[in-house]
Nanobody
Framework: QVQLVESGGGLVQAGGSLRVSCTASGRTFSSYAMGWFRQAPGKEREFVAAIKWSGGTRYYADSVKGRFTISRDNAKNTVYLQMNSLKSEDTAIYYC?????????????WGKGTLVTVSS
């Protein structure tokens, strides 16, 4: 059974940084793409970033490009999202997901999320 567990969320001031992590089990982690998505209060879930299985190719939403960095450690079955220059509009529940490709439509397993709150 595939399980994804996010951690590292919390409260941070605008302009600050935070790193969230997601540890996977139940699947050969290194063979699958990983992604981060978020859902703000009253809004639909949206794509944030994704990384291919090798870590060589990364994708970002325009809203986070230049501020967020996705990375992975296949030896630790963990994917990270480093968030810098945080804004109040980054406040959301952050979910990690895994799939055959980095395309959001191909993500087939999801974590339960970790809350990130950015205070202005």
């Amino acid at each position: 059974q595939v399980q994804l567990v996010e951690s590292g969320g919390g409260l941070v001031q605008a302009g600050g940084s935070l790193r969230v992590s997601c540890t996977a089990s139940g699947r050969t982690f290194s063979s699958y793409a990983m992604g981060w998505f978020r859902q703000a209060p009253g809004k639909e879930r949206e794509f944030v970033a994704a990384i291919k299985w090798s870590g060589g190719t990364r994708y970002y939403a325009d809203s986070v490009k230049g501020r967020f960095t996705i990375s992975r450690d296949n030896a630790k079955n963990t994917v990270y999202l480093q968030m810098n220059s945080l804004k109040s509009e980054d406040t959301a529940i952050y979910y990690c997901a895994t799939g055959q490709t980095a395309a959001p439509r191909d993500m087939d397993y999801w974590g339960k999320g970790t809350l990130v709150t950015v205070s202005s």
